[in-house]
Each structure stands twice: as C-alpha cells, then as structure tokens.
C-alpha cells in the first residue's frame, strides 16, 4: 500500500528533535521557525512535557468519555485561569477543524439558524462545515457547498453591514480569525472586529473567534483578540494547545445550556491530551512565555525591518508575516537547503510566514536573521550579475 498522494513534501526526513532545533536521518541539524504550522509552542521534547507525557504513559492512555477523568478538569481550570475565561466552559477534541465545527454546531443549536458569515483568505479547516467557510475553492468539495455560507471581504465593515441588512435574522454566526494565518498573518482592524461584535449582539447572532493559531501566546496575548475590548461567544484552540499532542477544544460562554448528546468525541479529552496540554500551559507560566513572545517578535523584527526586498511586517507577538517585494519560495529553499532553516509560505505568494516556539531566544534568532540577511543580499547580486 502507497501514502495517498496529496501532500508536496521536501527531500528531508526528520528523525530527532530538541527545543528549536530538528536533526534529518543525515545528521543534519535545522533550525525550526515554522513550528510545524505554529504547533511547536514550548519547543521540541521540551523536559517537562516529556517527562508529564512518560508519566502518564505508565498510568492510563485512554479511555472513553463514559466516565470520569479529573485531567479534564485540571486542563479546564489551568486554561481558564491563564486566559482569562474562568467563567467559560470548554469541550476537549482533537483538532482546529473539529473545534470549528463544533463551534459551528453550538452556534447554530442555540439560535436555530443556519447562515454563517466568514471572511477572504480565511482558513477554518477540511471538514464539513468548516472548509465551507474556507477561503479555497479548490479544496471545497461539492457536498460542502451551501448557501448558508456567506462570504465578506476581510476588514471591509461596510460589506458586512450591507451582508446582516440583506440577510436579516438568518444569521447564525461570524467566524474570524483572531489573526489570518494561512492568509498571510492578515491583522484586524479594532473597529471591524468592533462592527462584527456589534452586529453579533444586535442581530443575535454569535461571534466565533478561531484561535487555532493565533491562541496560547501566540501573539504576545494569550488570545489574538485580546488585544481588543471584546469578549466573544466561542473561542476555538488547537495547534500549540498540545505541542504537537492532537488536542482540540472550544470556550463556551455561559450563555449556551449543555445537554447530554449536544456534543460527542471518541478520542477528545483523553488522558494523553489532557496531560500534554496541561504541560503546556504550565510551561508557558512557569517560562513566562507569553512575554518572550512579544519581546523576541519585536526583536525579529526591528533586526531584519532594514532588510532590501521587505516591503512589509505584520507582527503580532511571534506571528510573523515578512511580505516581500517578489514571491518568497525561492527565499524560502534558500533558507531551507543553503542555511537549514524551515520556514513557511502563506496564500499571498509573497508573504513568508514565521511562527517559531515561544521560547526561541535571541540568539537562536540572529541564525535567522542572518541568514535572511544574506538570502536577501544574494538577490541584489544575482540581479548586478545579468546586467
């Protein structure tokens, strides 16, 4: 039997990882900007997530959610007190998509309707109702195809105004990015994220704020959103929620009633899970990682601001955009196979996308800052030479 051919992979095999830092079956070292899509939120194998993980491996791995398992409720209480949402609820799954889709759902359930605004360049997920609300044709298949998905144009108010008037009371939920990732770390504007709360509250319709890479630190804040005056419905996590553990969930306001069967996962919340996302955020406490975040991003930033070819940095925390003036895959081989450094690409062709562990320093960072440097001067050269 053969892998299903869907994914264009780079002639590297990685079989050790350690903090930033990942080594291919040559024994050649790389460093890690990318964190496998924001996923690597403490750094690799880091001691405390390791031992946390071994531990409970000794213990009990799984069981259903027939009955009861006090790491939920562990995981529950240390991610509200660190977020802020103490007074939310949480339902553990396994992923960003099926957080959006269970969000989706809850939305829909509480207020009876269907239609669901989303934004261009959104990225929300693959599954049913969630690659619906996906900025990508090409990955829509025709059973997700609906009318109840409305797109809008991102930061654009006016359109949105123009979309709840035509729609009257039909709308179930907005679903927004706290920052556009597979996008090209596309920011919110305050007073469209103010207008879509607005609209949200008046027209009774709930606000979903997809935090699945923009969330636990991320950006400098534990939530993206943060940054705003706002406090949305539903709030969905993943990525660095399990440091590369498949954990998922959604933050519910006290507002939505629970019910037995509203909800269901097989694997959601299971002991592994729980364990590694409550090593997670004890790291991020006990590191203060949400200020290296900030601190190291504008770090980053100030260093390679002066660069040739960078038209533009979008930055919030260590959620990095570096637009440049010419498509970056080229950049981004340069980095990969001349200096060992991963990085990512983003739908904008030009923007190439930063997304590093929490706890990169700045000394792990000037490797990709000079490197960069010296990527970006090599073009001027290569241009002098075919004049």
């Known amino acids: 039997m053969n892998l299903f051919n869907v994914y264009p992979l780079f002639n590297i095999n990685p079989v050790k990882a350690e903090g930033s830092f990942l080594w291919d079956e040559n024994g050649?070292?790389?460093?890690?900007?990318y964190g496998g899509h924001a996923v690597i939120s403490i750094g690799h194998n880091h001691p405390h997530y390791v031992d946390k993980l071994k531990n409970q491996l000794g213990k009990i791995s799984f069981y259903s959610n027939s009955v009861q398992n006090n790491l939920q409720t562990e995981l529950a209480e240390k991610l509200g007190k660190l977020s802020g949402y103490e007074d939310y609820s949480v339902f553990l799954c396994n992923s960003g998509a099926e957080a959006n889709e269970n969000a989706l759902k809850l939305a829909s359930f509480h207020n009876g309707k269907k239609k669901v605004i989303y934004f261009s360049e959104a990225f929300h997920g693959r599954t049913s109702a969630t690659v619906a609300v996906t900025d990508n044709p090409k990955i829509v298949a025709p059973v997700n195809e609906s009318e109840n998905f409305v797109k809008c144009e991102f930061n654009n108010s006016e359109e949105l105004e123009k979309i709840f008037a035509e729609n009257k009371n039909e709308i179930s939920?907005?679903?927004?990015e706290g920052i556009q990732g597979v996008g090209g770390i596309n920011l919110l504007d305050k007073d469209f994220?103010?207008?879509?709360?607005?609209?949200?509250?008046?027209?009774n319709a709930i606000l979903i704020l997809d935090e699945v890479q923009s969330g636990y630190g991320r950006s400098g804040k534990f939530f993206a959103h943060q940054e705003f005056d706002i406090k949305p419905d539903l709030i969905t996590?993943?990525?660095g929620m399990g440091n590369g553990f498949p954990i998922g969930g959604v933050l519910i306001s006290p507002k939505f009633e629970a019910s037995y069967g509203l909800l269901g996962t097989t694997f959601g919340g299971n002991h592994l899970a729980c364990v590694a996302g409550i090593a997670v955020l004890e790291v991020i406490e006990n590191e203060n990682l949400i200020n290296n975040s900030e601190k190291i991003g504008a770090y980053i930033e100030q260093k390679?601001?002066?660069f040739p070819h960078?038209?533009?940095?979008k930055r919030r925390g260590l959620m990095i955009g570096i637009e440049?003036?010419?498509?970056c895959a080229d950049v981004r081989k340069e980095l990969l196979f001349e200096h060992f450094i991963f990085t990512g690409n983003a739908n904008d062709k030009n923007v190439l996308r930063i997304l590093p562990a929490l706890n990169i320093s700045e000394k792990e960072s000037d490797l990709f800052i000079n490197a960069l440097g010296k990527t970006l001067k090599a073009i001027d050269e290569k241009i002098l030479e075919l004049k």
């Open 28 to 33: 050649q070292k790389y460093l890690d900007f």
């Open 173 to 176: 939920a907005v679903i927004v």
């Open 193 to 203: 994220i103010l207008t879509i709360e607005k609209l949200c509250k008046e027209n």
């Open 237 to 239: 996590v993943a990525k």
């Open 304 to 306: 390679i601001k002066d």
């Open 310 to 313: 960078i038209k533009n940095i």
């Open 324 to 327: 440049l003036d010419q498509a």
